[in-house]
């Protein structure tokens, strides 16, 4: 069967009909079409789709008020509320996140590298398509927009796993972009969802070798951590946020306490927001009650140890457990700590990998932290908030890989290409 045949939109009786093995196999045969695409053709395929987003928004958002409301009831908690919820503002963005990655540099055949061999044969290394790129995630409607739009404008086809808390949600944007694709001319079946197939749709996912060229999970340290060991296909690993600021005795008391507050409070159910402050001992004093104060001004509890408790009130004693802890909520955790080695030592025993950041005036404690830091992001004097892809200039991101092989950080166009080496010879045999 021909990809240009498989045009059956999520929700017709034709692919209610295919399982999920077959929703896989339907994405490989239309990962070669969109090979195929010319940079122009995808960027008018993602005009398409962000036209359709904007023209079906009521649509969105009605859906997203069932999923608002299942959550509710079900009581997922305020932060998952807060990543599901869509609303005009938000629907907006995600159009314009996809006209913004329409507008990026398309990576497929950029020269990576090269040289011409002692025999004469030519040698370029180009970047191409992974082929089929598969997500597994919680709660994020906008990720089913990102995600798609990164797989299409790098070449790639991509099959979904959104989860049950946004059904509905992304039940209308998956059938709304295979719709706009379809009447640009592109084949549908390079977005796919396995969501109506629940569990099985993820393993299918997981167990997908043949299919699935590289599997990217975004949620909960749980979710991730089942991805990770559950599967045979290669997975990007985006980790948990437990992030770090630093305070030491040179940081200014209005970037102290800006920063730290824009880290934690301006959007708090997110990864990159802070979780955990450290304060040097001899700034504490000036700093605690300072930071303190405007935290809980803005309704976030803290959880801090003894020094922190004797310098402020409506401090929650702080418990091992704190120190680990994503809370992805309004809460954080501040320790003294006697040194910048303290500091260090503690971001290696809790860090997750994701974002750190000091703030200081002290050039070299500012570089020995850049420098020792072993994390995707690694700042000074600068929210940790500013660890996304949009914020980095990729228009949209996969997600935020903690890992070390071939991606790390953000992940934008680029990281969803592999490479391939091209030779161009004359005739020529090794001897």
């Not at 209308?172 to 694709?181: C, F, N, S, T, W």
Request: aromatic share 4%; proline share 4%.
């Amino acid at each position: 069967m021909s990809v240009d045949t498989l045009t059956a939109p999520v929700g017709s009786a034709a692919a209610e009909a295919a399982g999920p093995q077959e929703r896989l196999r339907q994405a490989k045969d239309a990962s070669r079409a969109i090979a195929r695409l010319t940079s122009d053709d995808k960027a008018r395929a993602l005009e398409a789709i962000a036209q359709a987003i904007e023209a079906g928004a009521a649509r969105i958002i009605a859906a997203n008020a069932g999923d608002i409301a299942r959550g509710v009831a079900d009581g997922i908690g305020a932060a998952l509320i807060d990543r599901l919820r869509l609303d005009d503002r938000r629907v907006a963005a995600l159009a314009a996140a996809v006209r913004d990655v329409a507008t990026l540099p398309d990576p497929v055949g950029q020269v990576v590298g090269g040289h011409r061999m002692p025999n004469g044969v030519a040698l370029e290394q180009v970047r191409v398509p992974f082929g089929v790129v598969g997500a597994i995630y919680e709660a994020r409607p906008n990720v089913t927009v990102d995600i798609a739009a990164l797989a299409l404008r790098s070449g790639n086809a991509v099959v979904l796993r959104g989860g049950s808390a946004a059904r509905e949600s992304n039940t209308v944007l998956v059938e709304i972009m295979r719709a706009a694709l379809a009447g640009a001319g592109v084949t549908p079946e390079a977005v796919q969802t396995v969501d109506d197939f629940g569990r099985e749709g993820a393993k299918a996912l997981m167990h997908g070798r043949g299919f699935v060229d590289v599997l990217v999970p975004r949620g909960s340290a749980a979710l991730i951590e089942t991805v990770v060991t559950e599967s045979t296909v290669p997975v990007i690993e985006t980790g948990a946020g437990v992030v770090h600021i630093v305070l030491d005795e040179t940081a200014p008391d209005d970037w102290a306490r800006d920063i730290v507050v824009n880290a934690k409070v301006q959007r708090p159910s997110v990864c990159n927001a802070v979780e955990t402050v450290l304060v040097l001992r001899q700034a504490a004093p000036r700093l605690i009650p300072l930071v303190a104060s405007a935290l809980q001004s803005e309704g976030v509890a803290v959880h801090g140890d003894d020094m922190v408790a004797g310098l402020v009130s409506g401090v929650i004693p702080a418990t091992e457990e704190d120190w680990a802890t994503e809370y992805l909520s309004l809460d954080i955790a501040i320790k003294v700590v006697d040194t910048l080695d303290d500091a260090l030592a503690h971001i290696r025993r809790y860090s997750t990998g994701h974002t750190e950041s000091i703030i200081t005036t002290d050039a070299r404690n500012a570089e020995r932290f850049l420098a020792e830091v072993d994390s995707a992001v690694v700042m000074a004097n600068a929210s940790t908030r500013f660890t996304d892809g949009a914020e980095f200039g990729f228009g949209a991101e996969v997600g935020i890989s903690t890992q070390k092989l071939h991606a790390r950080g953000p992940m934008g166009l680029s990281e969803l290409t592999s490479t391939k080496w091209l030779a161009r010879g004359a005739g020529q045999t090794r001897g």
